[in-house]
Every structure is written in structure tokens, then in C-alpha cells.
């Protein structure tokens, strides 16, 4: 099945894709280190990526003309830092904005689907206007602003034309705020997928079912103790129970079985990989300690034993707090950007290009490969059943 991905950083949301099954016709990013983070994977031959068309440039650009063949699905993550809750919050006022272009995409290719991402910000009570805005220019994107005309008078044709009898909508569109760790990513990360299937093709889908889950994780840590059996702590080193948990705990000894898997923590992330401050000559790619770290008041790193804290792209180096592993005796490292990719779901395998602040930009900014082939796996699924019945 032939996809297009547009802003395409890293790649998370691009190898998620090629995983469920997904060929790319075009990846569009500008980034010049994450196109070079692309090419170093194509040039040790990375399965996910080595046969990718890579269109390094301005999305607004793009000739999508030159794609030939039919594209099934468009995908992407138009840039999040308007509507970062980290950010300057300027939504559509910010030029980084590429929501139009993702509609563009939808409405030149005319895809059977589209999945867009974006940061939990993008929620806020203040964008809700143009929330609404993107979701109406999502459902009709053959209705075009016109010259001249602002976005909340082309918001309001949307409604009348999105209300009016005599049409249909192009796209069903749904959309919802998942977390990362409870699709077995090893980090707090929410993120709003937007879904839209062609409306012409009658087809019925829903957001995939959630696997993972918090009270299972305290369950295997604090009931049985299956947590630490596996990682071999000995009871003498096995944190103590904090207070904020105990009365959550206390419920959890009532349950026999719980039908969901446990969140994954950063201690399951990064079995395997040794302390590069230790261990500094590792020979691990991308595994290479960073000094500098340290706490303070609202930036205290993420504890090894729950999942990670949401990884951030700051715009001036790494944000400290929000990348920092916690460790059990109280100090703090940074996180390595091999173990950041970890925390992000992307395979070993995968080299990231630039300084380390650059890579772990791309790395703030990914969406985790892991939650990215669960959505593109349940939308690959409806669309091979709805050909099936062609």
C-alpha cells in the first residue's frame, strides 16, 4: 500500500507506517540533520528506510503531481511548536503552521485515509476555534480559502457548507489524545491523532484498544513482585512504596487478574544498555554519556521505575528536566540519545545524525515508533478488508 509522509523528522511516524505496511511514494522534511539522519540509515541499508524517496525541502513546494501511482494513506506531524504547551502557544499565528499543507496533501492525492499527529496543546481551550477549523478543512478539503479571505470567514463557509443538506462530507474524521504508555511505549507521551477514512468508501474504524496500563504496572511491582523478580533486583534494593501510590496499591490487592499488559518503565527500556557514564567506550552507537545535568524545582528527571516523562525538543539545547533518568540512589544523568531512542520505540539499529542537542531534538519531536504502528497497523487492517470486499 503506497503512503506519502509529510514532515517527516526523525522518522517515527514514518518507520510505525513502513511497519504496518506502508511503502512511502515521497518523505518530505526539511530539517537538514534529520534528512541526514535518513541517509545514514539508507546507506547502512536500516530494511525501514533504505528504499525511501527522501524530498529534502519545503513541504510548500512538494509537486504531488509527480507521484503516479494511487497513495492509499497520507501521514505526518505538522510542526507541533505552535500549539506546544512548552511553546510560545501561537497557533495559527505562528508560521511554522503546516496544518494548510497537510490539507493540501489530502486534497491533491485524494488518499482512502490520512492519520495526522500533533501535540496535546493543540486541545487547549484557546485553539479550539481552530481546532475546529482543522477538522472542518479536513473533512471538505476541496473547499479552498480564497484570496484574501481570513481564516475564521473560510471557518464559517466550512460550517455552512459542513451543515448544509445538500452535500456530503469528503472525510469522516475522528479524532483523540492517546498516551503513549498505554500502547507499551516506555513514556508518559500524549499525542492527538487525527483519522479521516474517504467517505465514499462506507468503511467503520475506531481508535485501537488500549493494551498497557498503570495499575497493572503497580500490581506487578507491589503485589506480586513479578517487576523486580524479572529484573533481578534484590529485595534489600527495591524502592520503597511511595506514599502517593499506597492507597492505589491497597485497591490493587483485591484484583486476581488484570486483562491489560503493565506500563513499561525506563528500567525496561534500557535493559542491555550499560551506564555510558561507566562505560563511556561502549561501542554502542549514539551511546555516549553528556555531562551537565542537574535537578531542580519542576525538572526532576524521570524515575527508573515508572515510564519516562515526556521527552521535549527545546528551542535553545535540551530541556534538563525533561530528559534526565532519575536514578534510584537520588542523582540524575542525561539521558544518551540511544537510550532517548529507546525511550522512543525506535529499533537499535537506527543511527541519528548531528550534535547530540540536534539529535535529541529529533527525538523530542518523534512520535514513538511503537503507538505510530499500532494507529497505522488498525488503519492498514480496515483498508485491506474494505479491498478484500472490492
Known amino acids: 500500500m503506497r503512503s506519502v509522509e509529510l514532515f517527516a523528522g526523525a522518522g517515527g511516524l514514518a518507520i510505525g507506517m513502513a511497519n504496518a505496511g506502508f511503502d512511502h511514494a515521497a518523505v518530505i522534511e526539511w530539517n537538514h540533520d534529520a534528512c541526514e539522519t535518513f541517509r545514514e540509515n539508507q546507506r547502512h541499508h536500516m530494511s525501514s528506510v533504505e528504499r525511501w524517496p527522501l524530498f529534502e525541502g519545503d513541504v510548500r513546494k512538494f509537486d504531488y503531481s509527480t507521484i503516479s501511482e494511487e497513495v492509499m494513506v497520507v501521514s505526518g506531524g505538522p510542526p507541533c511548536q505552535p500549539f506546544s504547551l512548552g511553546g510560545k502557544h501561537q497557533g495559527y499565528l505562528d508560521a511554522r503552521d503546516m496544518f494548510p499543507e497537510a490539507v493540501r496533501a489530502v486534497r491533491e492525492l485524494r488518499p482512502k ?230 525511550l522512543q520505540t525506535f529499533p537499535d539499529d537506527y543511527i541519528f545524525r548531528g550534535a547530540w542537542t540536534e539529535a535529541m531534538r529529533q527525538l523530542g519531536n518523534a512520535v514513538p515508533v511503537r503507538l505510530a504502528e499500532v494507529v497505522a497497523s488498525s488503519v492498514a487492517d480496515t483498508l485491506l478488508k474494505m479491498r478484500g470486499h472490492e
Open 113 to 342: 485515509a490520512f492519520i495526522f499527529e500533533n501535540v496535546k496543546g493543540l486541545l487547549r481551550e484557546s485553539f479550539a476555534d481552530y481546532f475546529e477549523y482543522i477538522h472542518l478543512q479536513l473533512t471538505h478539503p476541496n473547499l479552498i480559502r480564497r484570496k484574501d479571505e481570513s481564516w475564521g470567514e473560510h471557518r464559517i463557509r466550512l460550517e455552512r457548507h459542513h451543515t448544509s443538506r445538500r452535500v456530503r462530507s469528503e472525510y469522516n474524521v475522528v479524532f483523540r489524545l492517546l498516551n503513549a504508555a498505554n500502547y507499551g511505549v516506555p513514556q508518559r507521551r500524549e499525542r492527538v491523532f487525527l483519522v479521516g477514512f474517504r467517505s465514499d468508501l462506507g468503511v467503520q474504524w475506531n481508535f485501537p484498544e488500549e493494551k498497557h496500563s498503570e495499575d497493572s504496572l503497580l500490581h506487578s511491582q507491589w503485589i506480586t513482585g513479578e517487576y523486580w523478580d524479572r529484573h533481578k533486583v534484590a529485595k534489600r534494593h527495591r524502592p520503597t512504596l511511595a506514599l502517593r501510590q499506597a492507597a492505589r496499591v491497597d485497591k490493587l490487592a483485591e484484583l486476581l487478574n488484570d486483562s491489560k499488559e503493565p506500563w513499561l518503565t525506563v528500567r525496561d527500556a534500557l535493559v542491555g544498555l550499560p551506564d555510558p557514564e561507566k562505560q563511556p567506550r561502549n561501542g554502542i552507537a549514539n551511546h555516549v554519556f553528556s555531562p551537565g545535568a542537574r535537578s531542580y524545582p519542576g525538572h526532576t528527571g524521570s524515575p527508573y521505575d515508572e515510564p519516562a516523562k515526556t521527552l521535549k525538543a527545546g528551542d535553545h539545547g535540551v530541556p534538563g528536566g525533561e530528559n534526565m533518568l532519575a536514578r534510584v540512589d537520588g542523582s540524575v544523568r542525561y539521558f544518551t540519545t540511544r537510550e532517548a531512542a529507546r
